[in-house]
């Protein structure tokens, strides 16, 4: 039984149509980590295909023990492209559902005693869950915290 190892060279040569890859070995500039190899295919239809195998270790990564080698390199690819996102400032996460005026309003409603956490709820079209988030941001705004954390 071929090892994993060889399960993923044999799915590289065919992505790569049998031809015959160069292997480039790194070592590690961190104490503790494995070198990798850079394996390249020249030539192919495509452009240029690499893969980074950590040694021989790479098999046993958990995103490959399945047969899927083109899933992990396509999460690291998009770690890699969300990483430049946020230092460009493009990635700023999930967007709040309430606007900073209307949790102010949302608050001075709460606070005056007309309408139920049901109520400001059904008002602003959202959750109860986040009618308590802005009033419980908005009360911890409110507590300056003191030296010492007491």
Same mark, same amino acid.
């Given at each position: 039984? *071929?090892?994993?190892? #060889?399960?993923?060279?044999?799915?590289?040569?065919?992505?790569?149509? @049998?031809?015959?890859?160069?292997?480039?070995?790194? #070592?590690? $500039?961190?104490?503790?980590?494995?070198?990798?190899?850079?394996?390249?295919?020249?030539?192919?239809?495509?452009?240029?295909? &690499?893969?980074? &195998?950590? @040694?021989?270790?790479?098999? +046993?990564?958990?995103?490959?023990?399945?047969?899927? /080698? #083109?899933?992990?390199?396509?999460?690291?690819? &998009?770690?890699? @492209?969300?990483?430049?996102?946020?230092? +460009? @400032?493009?990635?700023?996460?999930?967007?709040?559902?309430?606007?900073?005026?209307?949790? $102010?309003?949302?608050?001075?409603?709460?606070?005056?005693?007309?309408?139920?956490?049901?109520?400001? *709820? +059904?008002?602003?079209?959202?959750?109860? *869950? &986040?009618?308590?988030?802005?009033? #419980?941001?908005?009360?911890? *705004?409110? $507590?300056?915290? $003191? /030296?010492?954390?007491?």
């Amino acid at each position: 039984m *071929a090892s994993r190892v #060889e399960k993923y060279l044999a799915h590289l040569d065919r992505l790569s149509g @049998g031809r015959e890859p160069r292997f480039f070995p790194v #070592e590690s $500039t961190k104490q503790g980590l494995r070198g990798v190899t850079e394996i390249v295919y020249d030539n192919l239809p495509d452009g240029l295909l &690499t893969a980074l &195998t950590y @040694g021989l270790s790479l098999a +046993e990564h958990p995103d490959w023990q399945h047969g899927s /080698p #083109e899933l992990c390199l396509l999460r690291m690819r &998009t770690r890699e @492209g969300m990483a430049v996102a946020r230092a +460009e @400032g493009k990635l700023k996460g999930k967007q709040p559902k309430l606007t900073a005026r209307q949790q $102010t309003h949302l608050v001075q409603q709460h606070q005056s005693g007309e309408h139920t956490i049901a109520d400001l *709820a +059904e008002l602003f079209s959202v959750s109860r *869950a &986040t009618v308590y988030r802005v009033l #419980e941001r908005h009360q911890n *705004a409110a $507590t300056p915290s $003191t /030296p010492g954390g007491q």
